[in-house]
């Protein structure tokens, strides 16, 4: 295991979170990240200034919080499934799905937050892109966390981090809840031939934009 990556834990439901990230715990600045998995029932507090109640419609649910600091914030809003519009990017087998959770076209401080539905046996974030130095309108600076689940338990993926020096490389075999850590450098991920692969991602840095550079490599697939 690397500091990459944050093992899912079997902590009884209801009992704390499963998985967590917070600033400290990765040496960084922006990005906070739990999972919880709850029961009918069970309740969460977090302080945010705003007073918010979720409940579970069913015996168990898993909820995740995602987070950066914020000095001014933004109005408290329910973003609703049907109001996320799915779109493929990529074709053969970098082809997946996208969901725009909470990017540039809805108010926030620092957050950018979308999920993907990659096949079995298929590439994304792909070609390999960065996100690590912040020179707007080139490229920002955007911290990351993926947090992957597979269709099927026992199913894997595996996620890249490199950076162009090499001077960090890294091949992360993920398993179902993993929660990869992305500081710096390209970061793409295959999913494993039959097992469909799920992640959320949460990203934040000083300017809310994503703007990225794709290895130099690698730019030729998006002509």
């Not at 909820?63 to 000095?71: D, H, L, R, T």
């Not at 992957?148 to 090499?166: C, K, N, P, S, W």
Request: hydrophobic share 35%; charged share 25%; proline share 7%.
């Amino acid at each position: 295991m690397t500091e990459l990556v944050v093992r899912r834990t079997n902590k009884p439901a209801g009992e704390g979170p499963v998985a967590i990230v917070t600033p400290e715990s990765a040496g960084w600045s922006y990005v906070g990240f739990e999972v919880y998995e709850l029961r009918r029932g069970d309740r969460i507090r977090q302080s945010t200034g705003a007073r918010l109640e979720i409940r579970a419609s069913s015996e168990s649910c898993e909820v995740a919080f995602c987070w950066a600091p914020a000095s001014r914030g933004a109005e408290p809003a329910l973003i609703q499934a049907a109001e996320i519009k799915p779109f493929r990017r990529g074709s053969g087998r970098t082809e997946r799905t996208i969901h725009n959770i909470l990017m540039e076209d809805r108010p926030a401080e620092a957050l950018l937050v979308t999920e993907v539905l990659t096949p079995a046996g298929n590439w994304s974030s792909y070609p390999p892109h960065k996100h690590d130095t912040d020179d707007p309108p080139r490229e920002t600076y955007l911290e990351e966390t993926y947090y992957h689940r597979m269709a099927r338990a026992e199913g894997f993926a595996v996620q890249l981090i490199y950076t162009d020096d090499r001077s960090l490389d890294e091949a992360i075999q993920v398993r179902d809840g993993d929660l990869v850590l992305v500081p710096r450098g390209f970061h793409p991920v295959a999913a494993g031939p039959g097992y469909d692969l799920y992640y959320l991602n949460v990203m934040a840095g000083p300017t809310r934009r994503w703007l990225v550079t794709t290895d130099a490599d690698h730019r030729w697939q998006l002509d």
